[in-house]
């Protein structure tokens, strides 16, 4: 059987429950002689306190204090929240995400200025070609270009005498 916490059983005594908890709490308190010992300490200590001589006190006064140091205790534990960092935890696919692109960008910027290499002709005989654009003189894997002044067309003249 489960009993009542204390707490709950002090505010039946004292007549503070709620109507629907004050219902549970006495049907289990009826079929109960541990919880009714329980509540009949409570209200002979309510009896032994009704007999001291306290001064008499402004109640209202020190309910209104007490509420506002519990607000004031809510306010401060949500300050203290609000300036811890959520903790969350790390995640490194935004970190291979960064090396994959630094690696193309390197990747591009190493193969920026290489050409393709061609394999050498079998013989070494100059070719000179003339297209639109310039003049080219290639002999075997070396080539040397001539080109027209910002890529106009131009007339070509060639003879074998230079």
Not at 23 to 50: P, S, T, W
Request: a positive charge; proline letters at 6%; hydrophobic letters at 45%.
């Amino acid at each position: 059987m489960t009993h009542p916490r204390e707490h709950d059983l002090a505010l039946l005594a004292g007549g503070e429950a709620g109507r629907i908890r004050q219902f549970f709490l006495g049907r289990h308190v009826q079929n109960c002689a541990v919880c009714q010992k329980k509540i009949a300490g409570y209200l002979e200590m309510r009896d032994d306190l009704a007999l001291l001589d306290l001064p008499d006190l402004n109640w209202n006064f020190l309910a209104a204090d007490m509420r506002a140091n519990i607000r004031l205790g809510l306010e401060a534990g949500a300050c203290v929240r609000a300036g811890t960092p959520a903790t969350r935890p790390w995640n490194p696919r935004p970190v291979w995400a960064l090396a994959c692109v630094l690696l193309v960008v390197a990747a591009a910027e190493l193969f920026r200025g290489v050409r393709p290499h061609r394999p050498a002709a079998a013989d070494a005989t100059p070719v000179l070609e003339s297209t639109g654009s310039g003049i080219e003189l290639r002999k075997g894997a070396n080539s040397l270009t001539l080109l027209n002044h910002h890529g106009s067309a131009a007339a070509q003249t060639v003879s074998a005498q230079g």
